[in-house]
């Protein structure tokens, strides 16, 4: 089957569209990649969803509004990603849509939202869309994230060690995939959220995100800062637990520098990017991992990447998932491709020691494309690794 896998992050930059080949043989999932495309959100639009996020006030009309053009955005992308790496032959296309709010409260989770109506890419490709894939877990108790802990555990099953994946978008997750009670999951804090909303706020909007780690580099990490931030009580709590940008925003850091107002923006940079290291650091080492591997767009952070190094120390070596032949920048757009692919299936996509769920649950809701839907077999043996074949390459934006 192929099948489309969409994806824009809590960085909502870009939406991604990672094309693959998948098949079940006996408990083995084949996954074949073909290739991805990447296209920025146009300019209004990103400005738009900035201004309607947490803690900003917004009206129905807004979400509406972003909420067809989302749909828009995840179509054209979709539909070049069929036409340019699919040959027009997709089988199904799985929207993650954009996270607009996750409702937390005491540590549970009480509701999740991600838009980008789903109609719109079903119109644009003609295939049916799997889509809304945390609320069903939600549903079941549980936190709705990281979702990808499902395509982790597979992945990384027959490992040695204790192999931990690490997603570095605007918010850090982590999987570790073999702990002494199971595979455990949760969001460590922020990645990029944070230095994204600095050196948007301390250039006046000049810049929208650290290219390079270069501010980084140029600054120094003030202790005071950093200590300040390190005292927020999300670190402490215990998994499975998950966040966002309503809490690792721009006004949550100014508050943070009061009485630091006159920090350069290098030192702001370099201090919340230290922050990430340290406490993505901590988290892996706290649930015993022994090697990292990591994806998304924080890998192309030199900076951070080297921070990161220090702060594993030389005993958790630390890795891309390119090494082991999974492209960084696609990695989250496959991993949805394969919930969906479970979904049709009617095969679990949660592990509930990851999210905290009941039980495990088949995700989303289906939305049929042009012709009669029809789902494939029931699998009879759900999958217990995904084994990655030689396939296509990634395309530009």
Same mark, same amino acid.
């Given at each position: 089957m192929r099948v489309l896998g969409l994806m824009s992050g809590t960085s909502h930059d870009a939406v991604d569209a990672a094309a693959a080949d998948l098949r079940l043989e006996g408990?083995?999932?084949?996954?074949?990649?073909?290739?991805?495309?990447?296209?920025?959100?146009?300019?209004?639009?990103?400005?738009?969803?900035? =201004?309607?996020?947490?803690? @900003?006030?917004?009206?129905? !009309?807004? /979400? *509406?509004?972003?909420?067809?053009?989302?749909?828009? =955005?995840?179509?054209?992308? @979709?539909?070049?990603?069929? !036409?340019? /790496? *699919?040959?027009?032959?997709?089988?199904?296309?799985?929207?993650?849509?954009?996270?607009?709010?996750?409702?937390?409260?005491?540590?549970?989770?009480?509701?999740?939202?991600?838009?980008?109506?789903p109609a719109w890419i079903a119109e644009a490709t003609g295939c049916p869309v799997v889509s809304d894939l945390r609320s069903r877990d939600v549903a079941a108790g549980g936190q709705g994230a990281p979702l990808v802990s499902v395509f982790d555990t597979l992945w990384l099953n027959g490992r040695p060690g204790v192999p931990a994946a690490l997603n570095l978008g605007g918010i850090a997750n982590v999987t570790v995939a073999a702990g002494p009670d199971g595979p455990v999951a949760f969001d460590t804090g922020p990645a990029n959220a944070l230095v994204d909303a600095a050196v948007h706020a301390l250039t006046g909007g000049r810049l929208d995100y650290d290219q390079d780690g270069r501010l980084a580099a140029r600054g120094s990490v003030d202790a005071a800062l950093l200590r300040r931030l390190l005292d927020e009580p999300y670190y402490a709590k215990p998994p499975p637990k998950t966040t966002g940008k309503e809490l690792f925003h721009w006004p949550y850091l100014r508050d943070a520098l009061a009485g630091r107002e006159s920090l350069p923006v290098e030192d702001v940079v370099a201090t919340v990017t230290e922050l990430t290291a340290r406490t993505v650091a901590d988290a892996v080492r706290s649930a015993g991992a022994s090697e990292v591997v990591a994806s998304g767009g924080g890998t192309r952070n030199p900076i951070l990447m080297a921070m990161l190094r220090v702060a594993l120390g030389g005993g958790i070596p630390l890795r891309t998932s390119d090494e082991l032949g999974l492209p960084s920048a696609a990695k989250e757009a496959y991993a949805f491709a394969v919930l969906g692919f479970l979904t049709v299936h009617g095969l679990a996509g949660t592990v509930p020691t990851c999210t905290g769920a009941r039980g495990p649950s088949v995700l989303g809701s289906i939305t049929p494309g042009r012709r009669p839907l029809r789902l494939p077999e029931p699998a009879a043996v759900p999958p217990v690794r995904l084994v990655l074949c030689p396939g296509g390459g990634v395309s530009g934006g």
């Open positions: 408990d083995t999932l084949l996954l074949t990649p073909l290739g991805m495309v990447s296209a920025p959100y146009p300019e209004e639009l990103r400005a738009g969803l900035a =201004a309607a996020l947490p803690p @900003a006030a917004t009206t129905m !009309r807004d /979400v *509406c509004r972003l909420d067809t053009r989302i749909g828009q =955005a995840f179509a054209a992308v @979709a539909g070049r990603a069929d !036409r340019e /790496v *699919c040959d027009g032959r997709a089988d199904l296309v799985v929207s993650h849509g954009q996270t607009v709010y996750h409702w937390v409260e005491d540590g549970r989770v009480h509701g999740t939202l991600q838009i980008g109506s």
